[in-house]
């Protein structure tokens, strides 16, 4: 004889769920175009990251990364792509150390390629040859960023290495 599953022991069941996956933001600039694209000179690439997460609703958190790519030639910009790519996830029933570490790592993890797609994309469209940005490691980046905050809070001085200097 089998038992009935309990409403109530489902309710306590951790979740973590991507509820949806979209592109929040796209720009692209050629500010020098077409005078520009004579030019035969090999182009710097910078590349700028950002991510941020916030609750939009109880248990439920909107996770984003934007990247800025600059490509510039004898100083003048050859052009300049940003994208913001965003996910809603739904953590419930975790531990608050739990759900930072999900914010931090699994959620960007799983945004960030849809990121890097679209932004290759936007380039490739804009008649240039894509930008494959570099996969990163989330867990490194979040345990750098914790153990600065850590050092800040202590008052310590932080290398860019991020080992304390004092």
Same mark, same amino acid.
């Given at each position: ?5 309990? !409403?109530?022991?489902?309710? #306590?069941?951790? +979740? ?6 979209? @592109? ?9 175009? !077409?005078?520009? @694209? ?6 710097? +690439? ?26 510039? +030639?004898?100083? #003048? ?12 996830? *739904?953590?419930?029933?975790? !531990? ?34 894509? +930008?494959? &940005? ?8 979040? *345990?750098?960023?914790?153990?600065? #905050?850590?050092?800040? *809070?202590?008052?310590? &001085? ?9």
């Amino acid at each position: 004889m089998s038992t009935p599953p309990n !409403p109530a022991a489902q309710d #306590q069941q951790p +979740v973590f769920a991507l509820q949806r996956c979209y @592109l929040k933001d796209m720009s692209l600039e050629q500010p020098n175009s !077409p005078r520009i @694209l004579l030019e035969q000179t090999q182009p710097t +690439v910078d590349v700028q990251m950002n991510m941020a997460s916030e609750a939009i609703a109880d248990g439920v958190y909107e996770v984003a990364i934007t990247a800025t790519i600059t490509a510039r +030639v004898n100083e #003048q910009t050859l052009f300049l792509v940003e994208g913001k790519q965003a996910g809603i996830f *739904e953590l419930r029933n975790i !531990p608050q150390e739990h759900t930072d570490l999900l914010l931090g790592i699994a959620c960007p993890q799983t945004v960030y390629p849809y990121l890097r797609a679209n932004l290759a994309d936007a380039i490739t469209r804009a008649g240039f040859p894509p +930008v494959h &940005l570099a996969e990163i490691n989330f867990q490194a980046m979040y *345990e750098s960023q914790h153990a600065q #905050q850590a050092g800040q *809070e202590r008052g310590d &001085l932080i290398g860019p290495d991020g080992a304390a200097l004092n």
